[in-house]
Protein backbone atom coordinates (compact mmCIF):
# COMPACT_ATOMS: atom_id res chain seq x y z
CA UNK A 1 0.00 0.00 0.00
CA UNK A 2 1.06 3.37 -0.53
CA UNK A 3 2.67 5.58 2.41
CA UNK A 4 2.55 9.34 2.36
CA UNK A 5 4.40 11.00 5.12
CA UNK A 6 3.85 14.72 5.64
CA UNK A 7 6.21 17.02 7.34
CA UNK A 8 5.99 19.09 9.82
CA UNK A 9 3.35 17.62 11.85
CA UNK A 10 2.48 21.17 13.36
CA UNK A 11 3.20 24.49 12.58
CA UNK A 12 2.79 27.95 14.12
CA UNK A 13 3.65 31.09 12.30
CA UNK A 14 2.99 34.83 12.60
CA UNK A 15 0.60 36.05 10.43
CA UNK A 16 2.26 37.10 7.00
CA UNK A 17 5.27 34.97 7.12
CA UNK A 18 5.84 32.12 3.98
CA UNK A 19 5.35 28.30 4.87
CA UNK A 20 5.68 25.53 3.50
CA UNK A 21 3.73 21.63 4.02
CA UNK A 22 5.78 18.72 2.77
CA UNK A 23 4.07 14.88 1.61
CA UNK A 24 6.61 12.29 0.52
CA UNK A 25 5.40 8.93 -0.93
CA UNK A 26 7.15 5.48 -1.25
CA UNK A 27 5.72 4.76 -4.64
CA UNK A 28 4.93 7.22 -7.68
CA UNK A 29 1.73 9.33 -6.95
CA UNK A 30 -0.41 9.08 -10.36
CA UNK A 31 -2.61 11.67 -8.54
CA UNK A 32 -1.82 14.21 -5.73
CA UNK A 33 -4.57 16.16 -3.97
CA UNK A 34 -4.48 19.03 -1.38
CA UNK A 35 -7.26 19.27 0.88
CA UNK A 36 -7.78 21.59 3.91
CA UNK A 37 -9.94 20.56 7.26
CA UNK A 38 -11.18 22.39 9.84
CA UNK A 39 -12.13 20.22 13.24
CA UNK A 40 -14.94 18.19 12.88
CA UNK A 41 -15.77 19.63 9.56
CA UNK A 42 -15.45 18.00 5.81
CA UNK A 43 -12.38 18.65 3.59
CA UNK A 44 -11.71 21.43 1.49
CA UNK A 45 -10.35 20.78 -1.93
CA UNK A 46 -7.53 22.98 -2.60
CA UNK A 47 -5.68 22.02 -5.54
CA UNK A 48 -5.04 18.26 -7.75
CA UNK A 49 -1.47 17.58 -9.41
CA UNK A 50 -1.19 15.32 -11.72
CA UNK A 51 1.69 15.72 -14.00
CA UNK A 52 5.49 15.27 -12.89
CA UNK A 53 7.18 18.84 -12.46
CA UNK A 54 3.44 20.75 -12.10
CA UNK A 55 2.76 23.12 -10.22
CA UNK A 56 -0.57 25.24 -9.72
CA UNK A 57 -1.67 28.05 -7.71
CA UNK A 58 -4.75 29.42 -6.41
CA UNK A 59 -4.64 33.36 -4.64
CA UNK A 60 -1.93 32.83 -1.97
CA UNK A 61 -1.70 28.87 -2.41
CA UNK A 62 0.88 27.06 -4.30
CA UNK A 63 1.38 23.13 -5.06
CA UNK A 64 3.74 21.29 -6.47
CA UNK A 65 4.59 18.35 -7.89
CA UNK A 66 7.85 16.99 -8.44
CA UNK A 67 9.15 15.20 -11.75
CA UNK A 68 9.76 12.00 -10.02
CA UNK A 69 5.81 12.27 -8.75
CA UNK A 70 7.04 11.19 -5.34
CA UNK A 71 7.20 14.23 -3.30
CA UNK A 72 4.54 17.31 -3.44
CA UNK A 73 4.95 20.50 -1.27
CA UNK A 74 2.80 23.08 0.00
CA UNK A 75 3.13 26.81 -0.28
CA UNK A 76 1.04 29.47 1.47
CA UNK A 77 2.60 33.20 0.78
CA UNK A 78 2.10 35.89 3.82
CA UNK A 79 -0.30 33.68 5.54
CA UNK A 80 -3.03 34.52 7.68
CA UNK A 81 -5.68 33.35 10.36
CA UNK A 82 -7.43 32.26 8.10
CA UNK A 83 -5.13 29.72 6.48
CA UNK A 84 -5.24 27.80 9.75
CA UNK A 85 -6.28 24.17 9.80
CA UNK A 86 -5.69 20.93 9.20
CA UNK A 87 -4.15 20.58 5.61
CA UNK A 88 -4.04 16.88 3.96
CA UNK A 89 -1.92 15.45 1.18
CA UNK A 90 -4.22 12.67 -0.28
CA UNK A 91 -3.09 9.93 -3.36
CA UNK A 92 -4.90 7.58 -5.31
CA UNK A 93 -3.69 4.38 -4.09
CA UNK A 94 -4.10 2.97 -7.93
CA UNK A 95 -3.89 3.85 -11.52
CA UNK A 96 -6.86 4.38 -13.75
CA UNK A 97 -11.04 4.10 -13.64
CA UNK A 98 -12.67 4.45 -9.97
CA UNK A 99 -9.56 4.48 -8.56
CA UNK A 100 -9.40 7.85 -8.65
CA UNK A 101 -11.51 8.28 -5.65
CA UNK A 102 -9.77 5.46 -3.32
CA UNK A 103 -7.32 8.37 -1.93
CA UNK A 104 -4.57 7.25 0.42
CA UNK A 105 -4.10 10.47 3.05
CA UNK A 106 -0.87 11.23 4.95
CA UNK A 107 -1.31 12.19 8.82
CA UNK A 108 -1.97 15.33 7.70
CA UNK A 109 -0.37 18.95 9.11
CA UNK A 110 -2.08 21.35 12.19
CA UNK A 111 -1.42 24.93 11.10
CA UNK A 112 -1.70 27.45 13.69
CA UNK A 113 -1.40 31.61 12.26
CA UNK A 114 -1.38 34.31 15.00
CA UNK A 115 -2.23 37.46 14.04
CA UNK B 1 -20.31 25.45 -3.31
CA UNK B 2 -20.88 22.20 -1.75
CA UNK B 3 -21.14 18.91 -4.10
CA UNK B 4 -21.61 16.47 -1.50
CA UNK B 5 -24.14 16.37 1.40
CA UNK B 6 -24.17 13.89 4.41
CA UNK B 7 -27.20 13.12 6.95
CA UNK B 8 -27.11 13.86 9.95
CA UNK B 9 -24.18 15.83 10.71
CA UNK B 10 -24.01 14.22 14.23
CA UNK B 11 -25.88 11.65 16.02
CA UNK B 12 -25.83 9.86 19.30
CA UNK B 13 -27.16 6.39 20.07
CA UNK B 14 -26.94 3.68 22.43
CA UNK B 15 -25.32 0.90 22.50
CA UNK B 16 -26.56 -2.06 20.00
CA UNK B 17 -28.40 -0.06 18.00
CA UNK B 18 -28.19 0.82 14.60
CA UNK B 19 -26.96 4.14 12.71
CA UNK B 20 -27.92 5.25 9.26
CA UNK B 21 -25.88 8.13 7.19
CA UNK B 22 -26.89 9.52 4.20
CA UNK B 23 -24.59 10.83 1.45
CA UNK B 24 -25.94 12.24 -1.98
CA UNK B 25 -24.08 13.71 -4.71
CA UNK B 26 -25.91 17.06 -5.51
CA UNK B 27 -26.16 18.12 -9.50
CA UNK B 28 -24.53 14.93 -10.58
CA UNK B 29 -24.33 11.57 -10.94
CA UNK B 30 -21.86 9.42 -8.77
CA UNK B 31 -22.14 5.88 -9.69
CA UNK B 32 -19.24 5.30 -7.05
CA UNK B 33 -19.16 7.00 -3.97
CA UNK B 34 -16.58 6.12 -1.05
CA UNK B 35 -16.85 6.28 3.10
CA UNK B 36 -13.88 7.30 5.07
CA UNK B 37 -13.42 7.02 9.00
CA UNK B 38 -11.22 9.39 10.93
CA UNK B 39 -10.45 8.95 14.60
CA UNK B 40 -9.39 11.86 16.52
CA UNK B 41 -6.54 13.44 15.29
CA UNK B 42 -5.70 10.94 13.03
CA UNK B 43 -5.79 10.98 9.16
CA UNK B 44 -8.80 9.85 6.82
CA UNK B 45 -9.06 5.71 6.35
CA UNK B 46 -10.81 4.20 3.91
CA UNK B 47 -13.62 2.02 4.30
CA UNK B 48 -15.51 0.97 1.60
CA UNK B 49 -16.44 1.78 -1.94
CA UNK B 50 -19.83 2.17 -2.69
CA UNK B 51 -21.36 1.21 -6.34
CA UNK B 52 -24.25 1.92 -7.62
CA UNK B 53 -26.44 -1.42 -8.85
CA UNK B 54 -23.75 -3.61 -7.19
CA UNK B 55 -22.45 -4.47 -4.03
CA UNK B 56 -19.77 -2.60 -2.08
CA UNK B 57 -16.39 -3.82 -1.60
CA UNK B 58 -14.52 -2.97 1.58
CA UNK B 59 -11.07 -2.45 2.19
CA UNK B 60 -9.27 -4.69 4.51
CA UNK B 61 -10.19 -5.19 8.04
CA UNK B 62 -13.55 -3.83 7.56
CA UNK B 63 -16.65 -5.48 8.82
CA UNK B 64 -19.04 -5.52 6.05
CA UNK B 65 -21.75 -7.14 7.88
CA UNK B 66 -20.80 -4.09 10.33
CA UNK B 67 -20.47 -1.42 8.07
CA UNK B 68 -23.77 -2.18 5.56
CA UNK B 69 -23.48 -0.24 2.67
CA UNK B 70 -26.28 0.49 -0.11
CA UNK B 71 -26.15 2.66 -3.04
CA UNK B 72 -29.57 3.02 -3.68
CA UNK B 73 -29.91 5.99 -6.59
CA UNK B 74 -26.69 7.87 -8.52
CA UNK B 75 -27.31 10.65 -6.15
CA UNK B 76 -27.85 8.47 -2.70
CA UNK B 77 -25.33 6.01 -0.98
CA UNK B 78 -26.37 5.34 2.90
CA UNK B 79 -23.78 3.65 5.45
CA UNK B 80 -25.36 1.68 7.76
CA UNK B 81 -23.95 1.26 11.08
CA UNK B 82 -25.26 -2.20 13.00
CA UNK B 83 -25.44 -3.15 16.18
CA UNK B 84 -23.06 -0.13 17.23
CA UNK B 85 -20.44 -0.15 20.15
CA UNK B 86 -18.98 2.71 21.74
CA UNK B 87 -15.73 2.04 19.60
CA UNK B 88 -17.56 2.66 16.95
CA UNK B 89 -17.48 6.41 17.68
CA UNK B 90 -15.57 8.29 14.95
CA UNK B 91 -16.14 11.07 12.55
CA UNK B 92 -17.63 9.09 8.94
CA UNK B 93 -17.01 11.49 5.57
CA UNK B 94 -18.06 10.32 2.40
CA UNK B 95 -16.60 11.44 -1.21
CA UNK B 96 -17.53 11.43 -4.99
CA UNK B 97 -15.42 12.09 -7.62
CA UNK B 98 -16.40 15.17 -9.91
CA UNK B 99 -13.95 15.92 -13.01
CA UNK B 100 -11.55 13.63 -11.59
CA UNK B 101 -11.87 15.73 -7.84
CA UNK B 102 -12.63 13.56 -5.48
CA UNK B 103 -15.03 15.70 -3.50
CA UNK B 104 -16.05 15.13 0.32
CA UNK B 105 -19.09 15.28 2.24
CA UNK B 106 -19.08 17.69 5.81
CA UNK B 107 -18.89 15.07 7.42
CA UNK B 108 -20.92 12.96 10.39
CA UNK B 109 -19.84 12.72 13.79
CA UNK B 110 -21.14 9.44 15.64
CA UNK B 111 -21.16 9.05 19.57
CA UNK B 112 -22.36 5.40 20.58
CA UNK B 113 -22.50 5.29 24.58
Known amino acids: SQELEQSPQSLIVQEGKNLTINCTSSKTLYGLYWYKQKYGEGLIFLMM?????EEKSHEKITAKLDEKKQQSSLHITASQPSHAGIYLC???????????????FGQGTILTVHP | GAVVSQHPSRVICKSGTSVKIECRSLDFQATTMFWYRQFPKQSLMLMAT?????????EQGVEKDKFLINHASLTLSTLTVTSAHPEDSSFYIC?????????FGPGTRLTVL
Open chain 2, 50 to 58: SNEGSKATY
Open chain 1, 90 to 104: GAVKNAGGTSYGKLT
Open chain 2, 95 to 103: SAVLTGVPF
Open chain 1, 49 to 53: LQKGG
